[in-house]
């Protein structure tokens, strides 16, 4: 071992490794938004380094935007403002149906509603599944819409987007139209149902579903000092610490799986997530007993 060390690690090797810490450094110090928004980028199908980096940039004083149909390009984006996320990070959203969003964005001009919308884009690339991943995740919040209301007209905005398409495919005029070339601008939207919008708690789990992860309410958020004062450790430092040691953890549970013993006593196996990451927790049969009812609360200690 101690031969092999006279070249394992020689001075290129370790220079090479200077170098790269000193650029990245550098570009982290002198352009934190680029230097994070393409750290985003190369992790986007990591959950938990995604939620690690979003955290290190919310610490950095950087402002992580939604997806938004207006803005969000196929990866993560600077922007006046922050970093805003791509639309490829979308669950359920392929890169054909992005190609097809960005290219109806720059040949017809931004999208002024949910209806605006599908008129533009080919609907026969972008299905239903990819439109409620986007009213999930608040990427038609620029059009002033409610997202309890864009779900409650979707299928009518689809219904209404493919008519028209149809329409200009076959080069027919509408009574009220300026003909195939002007339809999509000359349609009036119909309007949006009065409804309240979601409660917070619940536009909080349609994005962790859209995305993998919170965006713009994390439910620990609030907690933040609590945390500290009660001296919770946040999973990202868990493998650091020695094994057989008591820590505290404060997450919200995002994933339950109950098994049964041989003995026919209920465990469960739990997925924590906190700031930082993500961590699996057992609960044996003694404690879950007294603690099953509790699994279901957003968060606890």
């Given at each position: 071992?101690?031969?092999?060390?006279?070249?394992?690690?020689?001075?290129?090797?370790?220079?090479?490794?200077?170098?790269?810490?000193?650029?990245?450094?550098?570009?982290?110090?002198?352009?934190?938004?680029?230097?994070?928004?393409?750290?985003?980028?190369?992790?986007?199908?990591?959950?938990?380094?995604?939620?690690?980096?979003?955290?290190?940039?919310?610490?950095?004083?950087?402002?992580?935007?939604?997806?938004?149909?207006?803005?969000?390009?196929?990866?993560?984006?600077?922007?006046?403002?922050?970093?805003?996320?791509?639309?490829?990070?979308?669950?359920?959203?392929?890169?054909?149906?992005v190609d097809v969003i960005i290219a109806a964005r720059k040949a017809q001009g931004r999208f002024t509603s949910l209806f605006?919308?599908?008129?533009?884009?080919?609907?026969?690339?972008?299905?239903?599944?990819?439109?409620?991943?986007?009213?999930?995740?608040?990427?038609?919040?620029?059009?002033?819409?409610?997202?309890?209301?864009?779900?409650?007209?979707?299928?009518?905005?689809?219904?209404?987007?493919?008519?028209?398409?149809?329409?200009?495919?076959?080069?027919?005029?509408?009574?009220?139209?300026?003909?195939?070339?002007?339809?999509?601008?000359?349609?009036?939207?119909?309007?949006?149902?009065?409804?309240?919008?979601?409660?917070?708690?619940?536009?909080?789990?349609?994005?962790?579903?859209?995305?993998?992860?919170?965006?713009?309410?994390?439910?620990?958020?609030?907690?933040?000092?609590?945390?500290?004062?009660?001296?919770?450790?946040?999973?990202?430092?868990?493998?650091?610490?020695?094994?057989?040691?008591?820590?505290?953890?404060?997450?919200?549970?995002?994933?339950?799986?109950?098994?049964?013993?041989?003995?026919?006593?209920?465990?469960?196996?739990?997925?924590?997530?906190?700031?930082?990451?993500?961590?699996?927790?057992?609960?044996?049969?003694?404690?879950?007993?007294?603690?099953?009812?509790?699994?279901?609360?957003?968060?606890?200690?």
């Amino acid at each position: 071992m101690e031969k092999f060390a006279g070249y394992g690690f020689n001075k290129s090797h370790s220079a090479a490794y200077a170098l790269l810490a000193y650029q990245t450094a550098y570009l982290k110090a002198h352009y934190a938004n680029e230097f994070m928004s393409a750290i985003l980028t190369s992790e986007m199908g990591n959950a938990d380094k995604v939620v690690k980096y979003i955290t290190e940039c919310r610490n950095m004083g950087i402002q992580i935007l939604p997806p938004d149909a207006n803005e969000s390009d196929r990866d993560f984006t600077v922007v006046p403002g922050g970093i805003r996320f791509g639309l490829a990070a979308i669950k359920n959203v392929g890169s054909a149906a992005v190609d097809v969003i960005i290219a109806a964005r720059k040949a017809q001009g931004r999208f002024t509603s949910l209806f605006d919308f599908c008129r533009k884009i080919d609907m026969r690339k972008v299905n239903k599944r990819v439109i409620e991943g986007l009213i999930k995740c608040g990427a038609f919040d620029s059009t002033g819409a409610k997202r309890s209301a864009l779900t409650e007209v979707l299928e009518r905005a689809m219904q209404e987007g493919t008519q028209q398409q149809k329409i200009k495919e076959a080069g027919q005029m509408t009574i009220f139209g300026n003909g195939a070339e002007g339809e999509a601008s000359a349609v009036a939207d119909p309007p949006l149902p009065d409804i309240p919008e979601w409660e917070d708690a619940h536009i909080s789990k349609l994005e962790k579903e859209a995305v993998g992860f919170y965006i713009t309410r994390h439910p620990l958020t609030p907690f933040i000092e609590l945390m500290k004062k009660r001296s919770a450790t946040p999973t990202e430092a868990l493998a650091a610490i020695e094994e057989d040691r008591e820590v505290r953890i404060c997450g919200v549970v995002v994933q339950e799986k109950v098994a049964t013993t041989k003995r026919g006593d209920r465990m469960a196996y739990l997925r924590i997530e906190d700031l930082t990451g993500s961590v699996e927790v057992i609960v044996f049969p003694d404690l879950y007993q007294t603690s099953a009812p509790s699994f279901s609360r957003t968060f606890r200690f």
